[in-house]
């Protein structure tokens, strides 16, 4: 199984940009479909972006679709995330996560990932 480690979150002002980091140990990362998730204090855990083992193709939650841009580099063992135009609806505890191998690619449903890390805390002001 991987193991993640999320950072990069930190608190920015609406309109800004963040780039979050997910650094992945174990032998299986550059084959694993990875994707991003986020969870605000009171609702659920929701489908950002995922992307592909090789990196050739990636799909998006609506709402983040245009400003969201995930990406990956399997030299160095890393899965990253580019938010332009961020609002104040997009604070959230980010999380990166492994698709099972069982699971389909296009899955948006964090039932379909493990290999869950910690998060980063991400906090966009008005």
């Known amino acids: 199984q991987v193991q993640l480690v999320e950072s990069g979150g930190g608190l920015v002002q609406a309109g800004g940009s963040l780039r979050l980091s997910c650094a992945a140990s174990g032998r299986t990362f550059s084959t694993n479909t990875m994707a991003w998730f986020r969870q605000a204090p009171g609702k659920e855990r929701e489908f950002v972006a995922a992307?592909?083992?090789?990196?050739?193709?990636?799909y998006y939650a609506d709402s983040v679709k245009g400003r969201f841009t995930i990406s990956r580099d399997n030299a160095k063992n890393a899965v990253y995330l580019q938010m332009n135009s961020l609002k104040p609806e997009d604070t959230a505890n980010y999380y990166c996560a492994a698709l099972r191998r069982v699971s389909p690619f296009g899955s948006r449903w964090d039932g379909d990932f493990n290999s869950w890390g910690q998060g980063t805390q991400v906090n966009v002001s008005s």
């Open positions: 992307i592909s083992w090789r990196g050739d193709s990636t």
